[in-house]
């Protein structure tokens, strides 16, 4: 479900893991929030949690919670600020228009729950990214979002062509083990101090090939690398 990989007096880090809702889904059982809740109360049943960020349901990966309010808040401004350098790995197996770059638009809501990307720009969503051809005619992909829109990453592989493997919404033809989404990399500095968190994917089967780990270790200090110009 997720496993903790930092634990700070006023935050927690964890890798939350694909399928997992980040809210309770009645009959189907607690989604994150309630399962990282639960924990920290074990260990101080008056113990606090507030959410600061989401990912969907799909996507693996770094959600970091605040353990007061006073945190949230300072998290919610960095995140409102884009002072919270966020990373996302990616698998997709369709050839892209551009393999490297900047995909930007507005986004609007599309049919069935989906969104799609549009050519105006009054407040559009903005991803830097890096692709790497990897075997099975995939492509593995690093993305840099520098704005928080629902579905983002999803719908900006989509609009070039190149939809992520797995998606249950952008990519039904797809026949895969889970959505090959991951949220990587985190990079902020919270109260002065600078924290650094990265989790490679524990699951699926492509992530687990040799050549995409392989290529994990070339960009394990994302925020290393010279990103194209925004």
Not at 5 to 20: L, N
Not at 96 to 123: C, H, T, V, W, Y
Not at 187 to 206: D, N, V, W
Request: charged share 20%.
């Amino acid at each position: 479900m997720y496993k903790t990989i930092a634990e700070h007096h006023d935050f927690i880090v964890v890798d939350k893991g694909t399928g997992v809702n980040f809210h309770d889904e009645g009959d189907i059982g607690s989604g994150l929030f309630s399962l990282v809740k639960k924990q920290i109360q074990s260990q101080n049943k008056n113990a606090e949690l507030y959410p600061v960020h989401r990912l969907d349901k799909m996507t693996s990966g770094l959600v970091i919670f605040a353990k007061s309010l006073t945190c949230a808040q300072i998290f919610g401004q960095l995140f409102n600020d884009h002072d919270i350098e966020k990373y996302y790995l990616a698998i997709g197996d369709k050839k892209p228009s551009k393999k490297q770059g900047l995909i930007k638009g507005d986004m609007a809501k599309s049919r069935r729950g989906m969104f799609k990307l549009l050519r105006s720009m009054e407040n559009p969503a903005i991803t830097q990214f890096f692709s790497y051809s990897v075997p099975n005619k995939q492509r593995l992909y690093l993305l840099k979002p520098h704005s928080g829109k629902t579905h983002q990453l999803r719908v900006a592989l989509a609009s070039i062509g190149a939809p992520i493997v797995g998606d249950p919404l952008y990519y039904t033809t797809s026949q895969a083990d889970r959505g090959y989404l991951h949220a990587f990399a985190l990079k902020f500095t919270y109260l002065g101090e600078c924290f650094e968190f990265t989790s490679l994917p524990s699951t699926g089967q492509f992530f687990a090939t040799p050549e995409i780990t392989h290529q994990f270790s070339a960009i394990k200090k994302p925020w290393r690398l010279n990103w194209p110009r925004l």
